[in-house]
């Protein structure tokens, strides 16, 4: 494999994965992710991995776990509805502290929706679409080399917080081609096996137990307190996020993911039209970069944001937590499947805006 | 003096949380002195259910799986570990009700896995409700007059559908109810893990068994219902068995 590559995101995704030391991965059809799974198939052979297609999401899920507790890099992949599914074992990896990769491409929803890109799936993905007490590092790239870069340091992200780690991004992310420059490979003999991993080699006292089951209230709270330090310690080393052309902006956008790039283009159109346009582009949606917008709506010149999105209203209350009233924050979504264009953005812009 | 009997060591020293007259301690036995000949070299997959704290009383590495989730826990633990023992131990409400799918598929794709299935015809931790292999006319707490096959659906025979498939190598169903039954079962159980060893795919052994608690009955009356009633149902025997090399 060249270094230099012309790739569909859904393929870069699945190279930088392997790149980046998966070994094992384990999927479900759906549109639009089939490409992962078919990359996997014909690729993880080739370094000695593993790919196996599950009679169901709820299986896949589960595999990830079983190769996840043994210390092998798994991941899986899905769109929306088949995401909904896995989220029992989403729930059960973050409750067992294991580590694993998960991409959603989103489509529309609700129920069986429909296959175009959309965003409706944020809630889900950053408030915990499983159940109980547990948060995911979420990102939102926005290009198909920042797919690379974030998945082949996913895993170890991934390993260091112990917990499922989302890329969240859209059926157009997974589809467009472009050139990508690609890491190189990991040596997987140099991953040190993490201490707590299954090897089945283990009796007594040093056995190893993977278990998310705690029925003592104080037990079980000790582990809610120890996630949530670790969430805290991610928050504080991990949030990312694009500012552009923020530094005069009297209109802050807000938008992530290809959305984020469409409005980069809408700040052209604005400031070519002399208002002053600026982008807020988180790339880690949890944890969400708040305080960037916060300082953001403390300065003066900053008058209002827009937070773009392909849904009808769900990253607008992150941000309108964030900016705890200081500024108006306007939402432009659209759903369904539409997507806006730079133009759709400028012309609210101008409209609402100012 | 000569030792005559000792404890396995593939047996932790936990006492165990199970009632008393429940099949899950000979079951365990079983399966403990099963693995001794892979000591060191085992993981074991526990389900949802009464035997949801297993993973306390095996003496090997132990994953907890979510509910009927066990057998693709499992393909994953043998995607990573090709060459270790694992045994993965169900109930039925786990194993052939919210998990029919992922022991069928498992089955099918003869995942090189040993299977302990544990049918007590009840769900035993939520406190006595209908199983997918609950009897015609057996009474539980969702069905307090007995199970009406017209209402509930008739009982799940497992073995008999997974012995439709190509991928197990072995395939028995034993019963706890008696010493000859329980040598029976020790042998079956012994015999899946030596395929598995010869790595022959996936084995599994149906091990029918008493619930005294929920069933109302007291521990002998209990083996009675056993033998007089489950094994009308459930009839043992070999559903499949592909041979020694």
């Known amino acids: 494999m060249a270094d230099k590559a012309l790739m569909k995101g859904n393929e870069a995704i699945a190279e930088a994965a392997v790149l980046g030391g998966c070994r094992c991965y384990f999927g479900y059809p759906i549109t639009p992710q089939n490409e992962i799974p078919e990359y996997m198939s014909k690729r993880l052979p080739e370094v000695g991995g593993k790919f196996l297609q599950a009679e169901s999401e709820i299986a896949a899920i589960n595999m990830v776990y079983g190769a996840a507790a043994c210390g092998v890099r798994a991941m899986t992949s899905s769109s929306s509805p088949g995401i909904s599914l896995k989220q029992e074992g989403i729930s059960y990896l973050a409750g067992a502290e294991l580590p694993a990769v998960i991409v959603n491409m989103m489509r529309c929803g609700p129920g069986l929706g429909g296959i175009q890109p959309a965003q409706g799936d944020y809630f889900q993905a950053v408030k915990g679409g499983g159940h109980g007490d547990y948060r995911m590092l979420v990102y939102a790239p926005s290009t198909v080399q920042e797919c690379v870069d974030i998945i082949y340091n996913a895993f170890d992200k991934a390993e260091k917080y112990r917990l499922p780690v989302m890329i969240l991004g859209d059926g157009m992310l997974g589809q467009i081609m472009e050139a990508v420059q690609l890491p190189k490979m990991r040596d997987i003999s140099e991953i040190k096996k993490p201490e707590w991993a299954v090897t089945g080699e283990n009796k007594g006292e040093s056995r190893k137990i993977i278990n998310s089951l705690y029925i003592e209230p104080d037990e079980l709270e000790t582990v809610n307190l120890r996630l949530a330090a670790r969430y805290a310690e991610m928050k504080k080393n991990e949030t990312a996020w694009e500012s552009y052309l923020t530094d005069d902006a009297e209109i802050v956008l807000a938008a992530y993911g290809t959305v984020g790039r469409i409005a980069k283009s809408a700040v052209g159109i604005l400031r070519s039209k002399g208002i002053k346009a600026g982008l807020l582009r988180p790339i880690t949606l949890y944890p969400f970069p708040s305080e960037v917008f916060l300082k953001l709506a403390e300065f003066s010149h900053v008058k209002k944001f827009i937070t773009v999105e392909l849904s009808l209203g769900q990253m607008v209350e992150d941000v309108r937590l964030a900016v705890e009233g200081k500024k108006p924050v306007l939402l432009l979504g659209r759903a369904g499947g539409n997507v806006v264009t730079p133009e759709d953005i400028a012309a609210f812009a101008e409209k609402e805006g100012i | ?245």
């Open chain 2, 1 to 245: 003096m000569a030792i005559v009997f000792k404890k396995t060591d593939m047996l932790t020293d936990n006492p165990t949380h199970y009632c008393p007259g429940c099949g899950h301690g000979i079951a365990h036995r079983l399966l403990a002195e099963a693995t001794e000949p892979y000591s060191g070299n085992v993981v074991g997959i526990a389900p949802v259910g009464c035997a949801v704290f297993a993973y306390n009383y095996f003496n090997c590495d132990m994953i907890e799986a979510a509910h009927g989730r066990a057998p693709a826990v499992a393909t994953g633990v043998r995607a990573a570990l090709p060459d270790k023992t694992v045994f993965v131990y169900q109930g039925d409400g786990d194993l052939a009700s919210i998990g029919l799918g992922e022991i069928v598929h498992a089955a099918a794709r003869g995942i090189n896995i040993t299977v302990i299935f544990i049918n007590n015809a009840i769900y035993g931790m939520t406190g006595g409700q209908m199983a997918p292999t609950t009897l015609a006319g057996q009474k539980a707490t969702t069905c307090q007059g007995g199970r009406t096959p017209a209402e509930a659906g008739n009982p799940i025979k497992v073995c008999e559908m997974l012995a439709t498939l190509d991928g197990p190598s072995f395939i028995a169903r034993c019963a706890l109810d008696s010493v000859k039954n329980v040598r029976a079962a020790a042998a079956a159980i012994k015999k899946a893990f030596s395929y598995q060893a010869q790595n022959k795919g996936f084995s599994f052994v149906e091990l029918l068994s008493s619930c005294p608690t929920n069933w109302h009955l007291n521990p002998v009356e209990a083996l009675k219902f056993v033998s007089e009633k489950m094994t009308k149902t459930f009839p043992l025997g070999i559903f499949k068995d592909i041979g020694e090399n």
